[in-house]
Structure formats: structure tokens, C-alpha cells
């Protein structure tokens, strides 16, 4: 925004997958079934730096960061429902289901943010 109001000009030529990715956070509640990450969803910030993924729990994500470690592969995304979710938002938040060595892993993540999730998980393979 500040860029308008200063007319400074964005690039137009098109940037690499890793160029979009480096550096953004996510707004993301997450679960799983392995330690050390928890068990029931807990808010947090997804970390999307360069060719790795980092969660980190709190609102501000200044805590402990913990690695999902590769190979992570996309199960499916699903709408906000299920069991223990009844805390999250179903008009603002899908539920991306990630499949990892050490069990599933599910991404409450804004619906907004869904495809960069995505790409995200593709650029790890």
C-alpha cells in the first residue's frame, strides 16, 4: 500500500516459484500426530523460507520453531468440520491434510492462502 501512495513501481516479468515463496509467513492452526508438534490444533505461523517449511506456535511467532520436514505430500484440502475443529472458522479457514515420514499433518490455513500452501509443498518435492 505504501508503494502506491510513494508511486514506486513493481517488477512486471514473472518470478520463480522460490522468489514468491522466500520469506512469508502464514497464519496457521496446526495438528498432528507426532511429537513434538501438538496433538490438537494450536495457533502459530507457518514459515515459508526458501526450500523449507518451519512452524512456529503463538501469535506472533516468536517461539520455539519446529521443521516439517520433507518429504511432506499434499493429501487433500477440505473444508473446516471435523472432529476437534470446532474453535476454527469455517467461512475463513480450509484444512490442508499433509502427509509426512512422521505421520499426518493438518494446516488450518486462511482460505486466501490455501494455493501458496501449495506451492509451497510443491517446491519441497
Known amino acids: 500500500m505504501l508503494d502506491v501512495l510513494l508511486r514506486r513501481s513493481r517488477s512486471t516479468e514473472p518470478q520463480s516459484t522460490d522468489a514468491l515463496l ?9 495438528r498432528s500426530e507426532s511429537a513434538p508438534l501438538p496433538l ?6 507457518l514459515h515459508l523460507v526458501g526450500s523449507q517449511m518451519t512452524w512456529c506456535q503463538g501469535m506472533y511467532g516468536r517461539g520455539q520453531r519446529f521443521p516439517l520436514v520433507p518429504p511432506l505430500t499434499l493429501v487433500r484440502v477440505r473444508p473446516v468440520g471435523g472432529p476437534g475443529e470446532w474453535n476454527i472458522k469455517k467461512n475463513l479457514f480450509s484444512v490442508v491434510e499433509v502427509r509426512s515420514a512422521s505421520g499426518l499433518l493438518e494446516l488450518a490455513v486462511p482460505k486466501g492462502s490455501v494455493q501458496l500452501v501449495e506451492s509451497a509443498l510443491n517446491a519441497l518435492r
Open 22 to 30: 522466500d520469506g512469508r509467513a502464514v497464519a496457521c492452526l496446526l
Open 40 to 45: 490438537r490444533f494450536r495457533q502459530g505461523i
